[in-house]
């Protein structure tokens, strides 16, 4: 297949098209004058542009703009049908699914039990629970473009073998990507979770136009990612951000305990520990965020135990602030985003004390700041990274073969 050479006509039309389809991606239903004004093209360029992407089943007709001076104006918006894409998140007890168009519009949702223990139940679980988001939306599952997922783990690109997630059973197989691309008849990546988290705080949340920043992520697990540059560092064997793993002082090292049993940061400041921590300061809570908030609530007011309820949520960001301290003196990053069950929870009080414990260990100061994306942040990274692609793909369809 022969490309468009620089200055020749198919590659302007190629990328008058592409400014036009982005304009409608991100501004909605337009006018043909007012593609016209925001890709800076002719009345006669922006028609044909239009009559084209009309061909192509890009663009279709959405209705009439009425109430203005002259003639009636034709409103054009992407085609949304055009490609759907899913996400999913995987998790120890649970599938969730999103699927959505290209336009990023939700399609549908669905939530199934984590896959079994062999490759096959793999294929089949993943198949099943992209079929209910597509049945819930009404979406064919023949029309989804690209599938990424999400989970807490990282694949190796030399071996395609799934690491770091010995919880998960059922993943640990040879070429897990080969494997789910044939099972599902559809490009699949597999993402580590937080660092879908990361990329979905890189498009529309607190780190937002940072180039450097690390994000950590506290619930029952620990993990972080690193964004350098403005890319997503996944490091050589897909194990960059793995913190939980990271030696930390004051916590058992693998050799002391064992592959099996928790050691490093994760010991030090993993879910478990923090439940315990707090309880032994007098706060019970059915999970780690749970523990938090109870002690933030207690050491807010007049009640018996605020003092010692305050105590505790200090020596959970003391803990937190010794692993991030590590990554930070070598990272140096502008900013540290903080998100996961734990560290919502703790909200601002608990910000400001590992603030406060990070700025006292390291000569990096860099400011913390809660993640500001809603919902499940796995899911939106992972529709972000699905989308990227196929829009990539889908606006470039304009461009002719020879």
């Known amino acids: 297949m022969s490309q468009p050479t620089p200055g020749t006509p198919s590659l302007l039309r190629a990328i008058n098209d592409r400014a036009a389809l982005q304009a409608l991606l991100e501004r909605g239903p337009l006018t043909r004058p007012e593609i016209g004004a925001i890709t800076g093209l002719s009345k006669p360029t922006a028609s044909q542009l239009l009559v084209r992407l009309q061909e192509a089943g890009l663009v279709v007709l959405d209705g009439i703009r009425e109430g203005l001076p002259g003639r009636t104006a034709e409103l054009y918006r992407i085609n949304h049908k055009v490609a759907y894409v899913g996400a999913l998140d995987v998790t120890p007890s649970r599938i969730e699914v999103a699927v959505a168009d290209i336009t990023g519009a939700a399609a549908g949702r669905f939530r199934l039990a984590t896959p079994g223990r062999s490759g096959g139940d793999v294929v089949h679980r993943v ?4 079929e209910g988001a597509c049945a819930g939306g009404s979406v064919p599952p023949s029309a989804l473009r690209r599938v990424v997922i999400g989970i807490q783990g990282a694949v190796d690109p030399a071996t395609g073998r799934l690491g770091y997630a010995a919880h998960i059973p059922g993943w640990h197989i040879p070429d897990l990507l080969g494997t789910l691309r044939e099972g599902l008849g559809v490009p699949v990546d597999v993402e580590n979770d937080v660092n879908l988290v990361a990329l979905a705080e890189q498009a529309r949340g607190i780190a937002r136009g940072h180039a450097d920043f690390v994000l950590m992520w ?6 972080s990612a ?118 919502i929870a703790g909200g601002d009080t608990l910000r400001e004390l590992v603030e406060q414990e990070l700025h006292a260990l390291t000569l990096p100061r860099p400011p913390l700041r809660l993640s500001t994306v809603e919902g499940n942040p796995v899911l939106a990274g992972a529709l972000d990274l699905a989308l990227d692609t196929v829009r990539d793909e889908v606006f470039s369809s304009t461009v002719p073969s020879s």
């Open 226 to 343: 690193l964004v350098l540059g403005g890319r997503l560092h996944r490091g050589a064997t897909g194990g960059a951000g793995e913190v939980g793993y990271m030696p930390a002082v004051g916590a058992p090292t693998v050799r002391e305990a064992g592959r099996r049993a928790e050691h490093g940061f994760q010991a030090l400041a993993g879910g478990p520990t923090v439940r315990s921590v707090l309880r032994f300061y007098g706060v019970r809570g059915a999970s780690p965020a749970a523990a938090v908030q109870n002690a933030v609530n207690l050491a807010h007011s007049d009640r018996a135990g605020a003092a010692r309820a305050a105590d505790g949520l200090r020596e959970i960001a003391r803990r937190l602030a010794t692993g991030l301290a590590a990554v930070c003196a070598v990272v140096d990053p502008e900013i540290v985003v903080l998100t996961g069950g734990t560290l």
């Open 218 to 223: 506290a619930d029952e697990g620990i993990g």
């Open 127 to 130: 198949r099943e629970a992209l």
